[in-house]
């Protein structure tokens, strides 16, 4: 199992940038693929990015394409996103999602869920 605790979230403006950190518990963070999803109010939560095991893949929505990164770090049991150029669109709750498997993109897909930090973009 791992446990997943994310940071980072807060209001900003449009044009600004956020950095949304997710730390892992365990040993073994490296056999898990990782994903940032976002659900905003009255919506399902969406696919943002992912990212392989050893983090030389990556995918993105092609709403936050050009915009977002995402990365990892196994030596610190770390994946990070990094939210530039926000628009008042990406204002939602942000989840890290990891599992062990190879997930397809869909929520369903991750097994293992972080709490979720806010994210706000104002006009």
């Known amino acids: 199992q791992v446990q997943l605790v994310e940071s980072g979230g807060g209001l900003v403006q449009a044009g600004g940038s956020l950095r949304l950190s997710c730390a892992a518990s365990?040993?073994?963070?490296?056999?898990?693929?990782m994903g940032w999803f976002r659900q905003a109010p009255g919506k399902a939560r969406e696919f943002v990015a992912s990212?392989?095991?050893?983090?030389?893949?990556?995918y993105y929505a092609d709403s936050v394409k050009g915009r977002f990164t995402i990365s990892r770090g196994n030596a610190k049991n770390t994946v990070t996103l990094q939210m530039n150029s926000l628009k008042p669109e990406d204002t939602a709750v942000y989840y890290c999602?990891?599992?062990?498997?190879?997930?397809?993109?869909?929520?369903?897909?991750?097994?293992?869920w972080g709490q979720g930090p806010q994210v706000t973009v104002s006009s």
């Open positions: 999602a990891a599992d062990p498997g190879l997930p397809n993109g869909a929520a369903s897909d991750y097994s293992y």
């Open positions: 365990g040993r073994t963070f490296s056999s898990y693929y």
């Open positions: 990212i392989s095991w050893s983090g030389g893949r990556t």
